[in-house]
């Protein structure tokens, strides 16, 4: 078996550490990485750490002559399972070298690898034991080695992004390695979350590298660590950057990576539950789990995540039928949701809910290809199909009239990450085998990206209209002459405990959230009649609605609410703290 694993063209190996796991997200999201090989602990320490490490070292001079090549100048960096760890980085514990031939490889491979036996590791392990950081404290060599050709360039930059506060570039000639040394920075410039200028530069600021590095660091937050403060290095050639390293150094809410590979068993296991077989429905391809399944990207589990569409099939629907499955149709589109009459159903989708996991059920598109794919673990297969969303009208003006600036903002944010994650796929899959599951998707892509854009367009020219000045008003779906009274609960905060009765205030009703039902005294939504589930919820449970609610946004779990519902008027009568 090799020593050398080459990352950028085979899956990374367990326990390659943290730097060589970020380098493969990197390249499969699309960025521009150095050529990388790793050698894996269990190596390392064979070949390194011995007394006689230069003779032991032999076998892997021969076979990096042979790999490696005319790759030299390379530099020989750490990749530990405990380096880069977020909230807990710690730059120079590790050795990083240079070596411009095989002769200075060998020596720096050993100082590389003497230096996770190092006084200042063991430091860093025991101090990341003490947090409960890291897992189980390992042994003191549990480091990989990754090796990389020395790029030559005009700038290094690293670039600090602090989550949608500021973004920090840092710029040096020649390279990053004098910035991330401590030497310093030639120049220096913080720019806006929307990627303007703070303050004046120096007249011989190069103006052109720090925008492109700015803009490549952006895109990788966006991308890959949006709920994270992250730090990148790169070499900029030409103005092109090339990612040397992303490192998390803090996350707004926790620090592990979703499994999906959990989820979908769940989502198996839910349409078991639910009665419906193999073949009777398929999990929507959305943004999230085409990175998942095409390039193996995960999402950190701080992050709130869409909602999983499952279509159901033509014999999934005739069993919905059989099971009185409540069905809404706009615009062509089927959306069903379980009746009142099953409790357990509900109770589920209730469960799964409280696990960040929303589901809606839709009318599979005739003609829509399906394909299967293999979990890890040994967990079986899930069916996945992918389905084209679309803009309508009544969509746009919703987006115009109801979403707030910040709504808007973070509608442009989801949108660009949406768009940079599907242009990933679509290179992943053009230099793939064309399956006709492959071919529809590839085709399918390019239609997405366009309404993606006109989405995004529609959201950036937002003017939000304040006819009616800060009243929260909506109009009720059914007018009575009475006023109902209760404490507020505003989006998913229903998923925590909540009093007997509540007023309901949020831009929909989720079909997940149908076992709080019984406890929900009226629902106002931002959204309008037409489109909404909340219309077709209330109907069937008998739940005084009001829709096209203006303001909706200053309601707060928590607040003492007077809805009425001969005028749609909701007025805020207190507001104590929050419901524990």
């Known amino acids: 078996m090799p020593y050398l694993c080459d990352i950028l063209k085979n899956p990374v190996p367990t326990g390659s550490g943290a730097k060589a796991e970020g380098i493969r997200a990197l390249h499969a999201a699309g960025f521009a990485v150095p050529s990388s090989w790793v050698v894996l602990p269990s190596d390392v ?14 076998i892997f001079l021969t076979e990096a002559d042979r790999t490696l090549g005319s790759s030299f100048p390379v530099i020989v960096r750490s990749s530990a399972t405990r380096e880069d760890l977020p909230g807990a980085a710690a730059p120079g514990i590790y050795l990083s070298k240079t070596a411009r031939n095989l002769r200075e490889l060998a ?30 404290r390992p042994a003191c060599g549990d480091m990989a080695l990754l090796i990389q050709p020395l790029i030559k360039a005009e700038f ?3 670039c600090t992004l602090y989550h949608k506060q500021e973004l920090v570039v840092e710029l040096a000639r020649g390279g990053a390695a004098s910035i991330t040394s401590g030497a310093g920075a030639r120049w220096r410039a913080v720019f806006s979350p929307e990627g303007r200028p703070q303050g004046r530069l120096v007249p011989d600021f190069p103006w052109k590298d720090a925008l492109a590095a700015a803009a490549s660091a952006a895109k990788i937050q966006r991308t890959l660590y949006p709920s994270s403060n992250i730090s990148v290095e790169m070499a900029l050639c030409g103005g092109h950057p090339v990612i040397l390293q992303a490192r998390v150094f803090g996350t707004v809410s926790g620090a592990g990576m979703i499994d999906f590979d959990m989820i979908f068993a769940s ?16 999990l929507s391809e959305i943004p999230a789990l085409l990175a998942y399944n095409y390039l193996r990207l995960s999402r950190p ?10 279509n159901l099939r033509p014999a999934g629907l005739r069993r919905a039928q059989r ?51 293999t979990l890890g673990g040994g967990r079986g297969t899930v069916p996945f199909s992918f389905v084209l969303s679309s803009m309508t009208g009544c969509e746009a003006a919703y987006i115009r009239r109801r979403l707030t600036p910040e709504g808007a903002a973070a509608m442009c944010e989801r949108l660009d990450r949406e768009k940079d994650l599907l242009r990933a796929v679509f290179k992943k899959l053009r230099a793939g085998k064309k399956t006709a599951y492959a071919r529809a998707l590839e085709k399918g892509l390019l239609t997405q990206l366009a309404q993606l854009g006109k989405q995004r367009s529609v959201a950036a020219s937002l003017r939000p209209a304040h006819g009616g000045g800060y009243a929260i008003k909506g109009i009720p779906t059914r007018r009575e002459n009475r006023t109902i009274d209760g404490l507020a609960v505003t989006d998913r905060d229903i998923l925590r405990q909540c009093p007997r009765k509540f007023i309901y205030a949020a831009a929909d009703f989720e079909p997940s959230f149908l076992s709080r039902i019984g406890r929900v005294a009226a629902v106002a939504i931002s959204r309008g009649t037409i489109g909404s589930h909340a219309a077709a919820i209330c109907a069937e449970f008998g739940v005084p609605l009001l829709v096209e609610t203006n303001n909706i946004s200053r309601i707060r779990t928590g607040d003492r609410l007077r809805l009425s519902l001969l005028t749609g008027k909701i007025i805020l009568l207190s507001r104590p703290h929050l419901i524990k």
């Open 156 to 158: 290094g930059a690293v």
């Open 267 to 282: 989502i198996r296991d839910l349409m078991r539950g639910l009665g419906f077989s193999n073949g009777e429905w398929a």
């Open 323 to 373: 099971l009185k499955w409540i069905t809404v149709r706009h615009l062509g589109d089927q959306t069903l949701f379980p009746p009142k009459s099953n409790a357990k159903a509900q109770k589920t989708l209730f469960a799964l809910a409280r696990q960040g996991l929303l589901f809606i059920f839709r009318a599979a598109l005739p003609g829509n290809r399906v394909k299967r794919v």
């Open 107 to 136: 020596t720096a491979t050993i100082q590389c690898a003497a230096s996770a036996r190092g006084a200042a590791a063991k430091a860093y392990g025991n101090a990341l034991a003490r947090k409960g950081l890291g897992g189980p």
């Open 45 to 58: 320490e064979m070949l390194f750490s011995g007394r006689d490490a230069l003779k032991t070292a032999g």
């Open 301 to 310: 589990e701080s992050e709130t995540l869409e909602h999983f569409v499952i």
